[in-house]
């Protein structure tokens, strides 16, 4: 049928196989005059005498030797042997085996070849209409055309799914940072990723239209193997370097774990215990801790900023039993989240961003968090603080006083205020994901939020802080390319 749409011939590819000729079984007159001469001997003529009785008929030496060669042949016909196990074929079969091959001079086998003739002919006039096709050499191409563009398409399919597998530590490098931040990020079980909702654009503010013709390679001379550049608030890529690449985003996964707590505990003055569970999870793991102990009882807003400014693991996991009851609800709290503000190539395996090969994000998904949760005031608040001192608890009567680790991380940045401001962001560490970094800075009264992923040490580095200095120079770059604009 597409062929004929097509309009192309089925000759060109197929050949028929036709079946027996028609004409051929049709009864001869001269059969007919065989049959009526053995009934009239009684079975008494051969074949010398049937030859001669067909002669006194009218018939030349010619005729008569074509039905006997026709006689003859059946016996190795590929036209009677065409109906397979058929009656007549096994009725020809004995007749030639009783005479021993010659047949063609018995009556009884010209008798049966005659009663055959009429079975085969009927058998093959009852399937005259069917046809069969055989694929003859075009056919052939044609067909191996086909299977290999099909398997063409299924190797392009899985490149394309190979290229979009989600990153594994293979994939990093895995050399480690000169030195180790205090941010080492921290642990907590996995969980399934929660079902996919619908994002509606989080932008609240347009970006300056002098963005739009702005060509500056602000990522030329950085260590960090990633990175992404956004207007706040219009969500407008500025510069991307691999920024929608999946990574490891190691603790500034943080910032996922702080709105979502932010979002659901009503009262931020509550307090909370601190289980003995908490530490005995935690024993084993190299991760860093705010500084609050077992059985410290702390307020919901203290952990908060224990968790952001100093990355603390503890933290993290008493957000989980407060807000979702334990690990695997509150991950399935952060992917809907993720799925909500439009982090497409994100999925999280745990609250604070301990490696897991299944623990992934990308700068640009990073960068979309942070100007969602920077609407928020306490997170903004929060994050944009430098040096905070908790209330009084049991382990530390004065409160424990907290430096962020982005004002450790960063030289006086005053030097650089006729360039841009520095307001404030979330450092992250693992020795697979390398230094990363989520800052936000005012440049022109303009807020911009800049991610980093896989800052990695290197001999004659100048700084252990790869990831501050990549910020701050990019920063002031783009800084001096809108200073042109």
């Given at each position: 049928?597409?062929?004929?749409?097509?309009?192309?011939s089925?000759?060109?590819?197929?050949?028929?196989?036709?079946?027996?000729?028609?004409k051929?079984l049709?009864?001869?007159?001269i059969?007919?005059?065989?049959?009526?001469i053995?009934?009239?001997?009684?079975?008494?003529?051969?074949?010398?005498?049937i030859?001669?009785?067909?002669q006194?008929?009218?018939?030349?030496?010619?005729e008569i030797?074509?039905?006997?060669?026709?006689?003859?042949?059946?016996?190795?016909?590929?036209?009677?042997?065409?109906?397979?196990k058929?009656e007549?074929f096994?009725?020809?079969h004995?007749?030639?085996?009783?005479?021993?091959?010659?047949?063609?001079v018995?009556?009884r086998?010209?008798?049966?070849?005659?009663?055959?003739?009429?079975?085969?002919?009927?058998?093959?006039?009852?399937?005259?209409n069917?046809?069969?096709?055989r694929?003859?050499?075009q056919g052939?191409?044609?067909?191996?055309?086909?299977f290999i563009?099909?398997a063409?398409?299924?190797?392009?399919i899985?490149?394309?799914?190979?290229?979009?597998k989600?990153?594994?530590g293979?994939?990093?490098?895995?050399?480690s940072?000169?030195?180790?931040?205090?941010?080492?990020s921290?642990?907590?079980?996995?969980s399934?990723?929660?079902?996919?909702?619908?994002?509606t654009?989080?932008?609240?503010?347009a970006?300056?239209?002098?963005?739009?013709g702005?060509?500056?390679?602000?990522?030329?001379?950085?260590?960090?193997?990633?990175?992404?550049?956004?207007?706040?608030?219009?969500?407008?890529?500025?510069?991307?370097k691999d920024?929608d690449t999946?990574?490891f985003?190691?603790?500034?996964?943080?910032?996922?774990?702080?709105i979502?707590?932010?979002?659901?505990i009503?009262?931020?003055?509550?307090?909370?215990?601190?289980?003995?569970?908490?530490?005995d999870?935690?024993?084993?793991?190299d991760l860093?801790t705010?500084?609050?102990?077992?059985?410290?009882?702390?307020t919901?807003?203290?952990l908060?900023?224990?968790l952001?400014?100093?990355?603390?693991?503890?933290?993290?996991?008493?957000?989980e039993?407060?807000?979702?009851?334990g690990s695997d609800?509150?991950?399935?709290?952060?992917?809907k989240k993720a799925?909500?503000?439009?982090?497409?190539?994100t999925h999280?395996?745990?609250?604070?961003?301990?490696?897991d090969?299944q623990?992934?994000s990308?700068p640009?998904?990073?960068?979309i968090?942070l100007?969602?949760?920077?609407?928020?005031?306490?997170?903004?608040e929060?994050?944009?603080t430098?040096?905070y001192?908790?209330?009084?608890?049991?382990?530390?009567g004065d409160?424990l006083?907290f430096?962020?680790t982005?004002?450790?991380?960063?030289?006086?940045?005053?030097?650089y205020?006729?360039k841009f401001?520095l307001?404030?962001?979330?450092?992250g560490?693992?020795?697979?994901a390398?230094?990363?970094?989520?800052?936000?800075?005012?440049?022109?009264?303009?807020?911009?939020?800049?991610?980093t992923?896989?800052a990695?040490?290197y001999?004659?580095?100048?700084?252990?802080?790869?990831h501050?200095?990549?910020?701050?120079?990019?920063?002031s770059?783009?800084?001096?390319?809108?200073?042109?604009v």
């Amino acid at each position: 049928m597409l062929l004929q749409i097509a309009g192309i011939s089925k000759s060109t590819f197929f050949y028929e196989k036709k079946h027996i000729n028609d004409k051929r079984l049709k009864d001869e007159p001269i059969l007919k005059e065989i049959r009526d001469i053995f009934e009239h001997s009684n079975g008494k003529y051969g074949y010398p005498r049937i030859t001669i009785e067909l002669q006194n008929r009218g018939y030349n030496i010619n005729e008569i030797g074509v039905i006997t060669m026709q006689i003859k042949a059946s016996q190795k016909s590929s036209s009677l042997r065409s109906c397979g196990k058929c009656e007549a074929f096994d009725l020809l079969h004995t007749a030639c085996a009783e005479t021993k091959g010659n047949c063609y001079v018995s009556y009884r086998f010209v008798r049966k070849f005659l009663d055959l003739k009429e079975k085969v002919y009927n058998y093959h006039m009852s399937n005259r209409n069917r046809r069969k096709y055989r694929i003859n050499r075009q056919g052939q191409m044609l067909i191996a055309g086909i299977f290999i563009v099909i398997a063409v398409i299924i190797v392009i399919i899985a490149a394309n799914n190979a290229a979009n597998k989600e990153p594994d530590g293979s994939d990093l490098d895995n050399s480690s940072a000169v030195s180790d931040l205090s941010d080492n990020s921290d642990a907590s079980d996995p969980s399934d990723s929660s079902d996919n909702a619908v994002w509606t654009s989080v932008a609240t503010a347009a970006a300056p239209s002098y963005l739009d013709g702005l060509k500056s390679d602000i990522f030329s001379d950085i260590c960090s193997k990633q990175a992404v550049l956004i207007h706040a608030g219009s969500g407008k890529v500025i510069a991307s370097k691999d920024g929608d690449t999946k990574g490891f985003p190691a603790s500034i996964t943080k910032m996922m774990t702080a709105i979502i707590a932010i979002e659901n505990i009503s009262d931020l003055n509550s307090t909370y215990t601190m289980p003995v569970e908490i530490y005995d999870k935690l024993y084993n793991l190299d991760l860093s801790t705010a500084g609050f102990a077992k059985n410290d009882t702390v307020t919901v807003k203290d952990l908060l900023y224990g968790l952001l400014m100093r990355s603390g693991a503890e933290c993290c996991l008493a957000m989980e039993n407060i807000v979702a009851g334990g690990s695997d609800a509150f991950v399935a709290m952060m992917n809907k989240k993720a799925a909500e503000i439009g982090m497409y190539n994100t999925h999280f395996m745990n609250s604070t961003g301990e490696h897991d090969p299944q623990h992934y994000s990308t700068p640009h998904d990073m960068a979309i968090l942070l100007d969602y949760a920077l609407k928020n005031p306490v997170f903004k608040e929060i994050i944009s603080t430098s040096i905070y001192k908790t209330a009084p608890i049991a382990s530390n009567g004065d409160g424990l006083q907290f430096q962020s680790t982005l004002y450790l991380a960063t030289p006086d940045m005053s030097v650089y205020a006729d360039k841009f401001v520095l307001k404030g962001g979330k450092t992250g560490y693992t020795s697979s994901a390398g230094q990363c970094l989520a800052t936000y800075a005012v440049i022109n009264g303009e807020e911009y939020i800049l991610v980093t992923f896989g800052a990695f040490g290197y001999e004659g580095a100048t700084t252990s802080h790869l990831h501050a200095k990549d910020h701050i120079d990019i920063y002031s770059s783009f800084a001096l390319a809108l200073s042109d604009v």
